[in-house]
């Protein structure tokens, strides 16, 4: 059994996305011992609203650190999930913000529509932290990595102050899976 | 001629190189029309102290995101240096932090011995702008890009307040250069 994992969180530009792809590479190589890549990609297509970061995860070196076969994809925008949904796998799993993405794409995977934007902007009270509430839910359905490893890497990575903040909206997206 | 260009930054954890290149990127793709890739690499080499980011600047479609000839290489640490200049090519430029880096690699390539996070320390009076120093001489040098279009990217990402100071740390780094 392989033990790459592809992970492509997708939204618009300023919602925190690369740093939500440094965060889960942060903790998946620092705290579970794995390798990692983790990737922005500019392109003319990233030159609309759309916005993407990968992270490539693996028990093994990592030669080719692009994502073909995803296993977990993030959308928080309709347009994200309409460019970027393409190279989700059968049987992976979509997160979709379920105010933001209403047409979900042919296929057969795992849907969560979850109230991640909601979440951020209604109980954390700051919309920027999405990207953590987002992260919350992943390292729920992600087997790769731990709410534990996941937690310890946002706190090394948010600015000093918000700490509390994170964890809290980290917590909330990690309840918001079953 | 190749329109493919390679820029490693290297240094230790903390230092702000993810950002360093995630603005690098986002300079040439938002500001020069180009594509580009940027990535962060974490591995068992990763877990010591040193630290690095790449990215891929090009005209063309970008298939291998990996550097693997490059143009341009940052060290800010001694350590760095040691671990991540095998892959410079010839003829290309080595941009080293004066005081970290004691012992250079062997090779032909144009090395500049820079007063980086000298600059970050005194002139400016914030050891974190050392990023910014250094994307000030990388704009400098760097063919790919203009010194305007680092500013513009460094504005969009750097938090509000701090505009100024890294403006400034940027002038600074790009006068390093003769």
Same mark, same amino acid.
């Given at each position: 059994m392989s033990s790459r994992y592809e992970v492509r969180l997708s939204g618009a530009g300023g919602q925190g996305l690369v740093l939500g792809g440094v965060i889960l590479a942060e903790a998946v190589s620092l705290f579970e011992g794995k390798n990692a890549?983790?990737?922005?990609? *500019? /392109? &003319? #297509? @990233?030159? /609309? /609203? @759309? %916005?993407? %970061?990968?992270? +490539? +995860? %693996? !028990?093994? #070196?990592? !030669? *080719? &650190?692009?994502?073909? #076969? +995803? !296993?977990l994809l993030l959308c928080l925008t309709q347009e994200a999930c309409d460019k970027y949904s393409v190279d989700l796998k059968t049987n992976g799993i979509l997160i979709a913000d379920v105010r933001m993405v209403k047409e979900l794409p042919e296929g057969d995977y795992r849907v969560y529509n979850l109230p991640i934007l909601e979440t951020a902007k209604e109980k954390v009270g700051k919309i920027f932290v999405a990207n953590i509430v987002a992260l919350g839910a992943i390292a729920h359905l992600l087997d790769a990595v731990s709410f534990d490893s996941v937690e310890k890497a946002v706190l090394k990575r948010v600015p000093k102050g918000t700490e509390d903040l994170n964890k809290r909206a980290l917590k909330l997206g990690y309840n918001l899976v079953d």
């Open positions: 890549v983790q990737t922005q990609s *500019y /392109g &003319p #297509e @990233a030159r /609309g /609203g @759309a %916005s993407k %970061s990968e992270v +490539i +995860i %693996s !028990d093994e #070196e990592i !030669d *080719y &650190p692009k994502a073909t #076969e +995803i !296993d």
